[in-house]
């Protein structure tokens, strides 16, 4: 069955103080790994796509990598502005005509300053 | 910043009632989908929809009904609604070929 864990549910960082969210992901294989922001109330905004394995984006403070069973999502001096639930989510080659995406249950992050 | 619209953001509504979920974008995608997300759990997919007169069940059963008559537009209807459908539903749209899935800002509902 295709799944999607986060890793940890929430993180607590000092403003400046730099850390890694984890997701693992088992799928049927990976068309593609996606990372939302989530504010509260909000719809989720897009951040990255990841399409194979060795492969890296950033995006100001925040750079994610894939390998064959995770992805990182690397926050590099983070601020308060940053504080936010980020959501993994992944699309099976199978799921291909529908776009499905199956969603991790997201890490909450508070930056405090 | 992404433009797909829903309303109402709140609502809160009795038992037994009509209601219908807003959703409109004006980017011209083609996908559009209906997902509902509980405080701190994922996202699950209840519908979506590759065009016009296309309409299709998610992963999550869902009592709710979906149309797409137009293309910027995707409402989703609760002929009748119960306590058990409280929750925050979130309508997102993506181009053909393109996975990179933009979101509204979501309707959170309360089913008194």
């Known amino acids: 069955e295709d799944q999607v864990t986060q890793s940890p549910e929430a993180l607590r960082l000092q403003e400046g103080e730099s850390s890694s969210l984890n997701c693992s992901y088992t799928v049927s294989g990976l068309r593609g790994l996606f990372w939302y922001r989530q504010d509260p109330g909000k719809g989720p905004e897009f951040l990255f796509t990841?399409?194979?394995a060795g492969e890296e984006k950033e995006k100001e403070r925040l750079k994610a990598t894939l390998t064959k069973k995770e992805s990182f999502l690397h926050i590099t001096a983070p601020k308060p502005e940053d504080s936010a639930t980020y959501l993994c989510a992944v699309q099976a080659l199978v799921q291909f005509n529908t776009d499905k995406l199956i969603f991790g249950t997201g890490t909450r992050l508070q930056v405090f300053p | 910043e992404a433009d797909i619209y829903q309303t109402p953001r709140y609502l809160v509504i009795g038992t037994g009632k009509k209601i219908t979920l807003e959703c409109s974008q004006t980017m011209g995608h083609d996908k559009m989908y209906w997902y509902q997300q509980d405080p701190g759990m994922e996202l699950h997919l209840i519908h979506y929809?590759?065009?016009?007169?296309?309409?299709e069940k998610g992963d999550l059963s869902s009592e709710s009904t979906v149309s797409r008559i137009r293309t910027e537009h995707f409402p989703l209807t609760l002929e009748s609604a119960r306590p058990s459908h409280t929750s925050q539903y979130l309508c997102?749209?993506?181009?053909?070929?393109?996975?990179?899935?933009?979101f509204g800002q979501g309707t959170r509902l309360t089913v008194v």
């Open positions: 997102a749209s993506s181009l053909q070929g393109n996975t990179e899935a933009f």
């Open positions: 990841l399409y194979s």
């Open positions: 929809s590759y065009g016009v007169n296309s309409t």
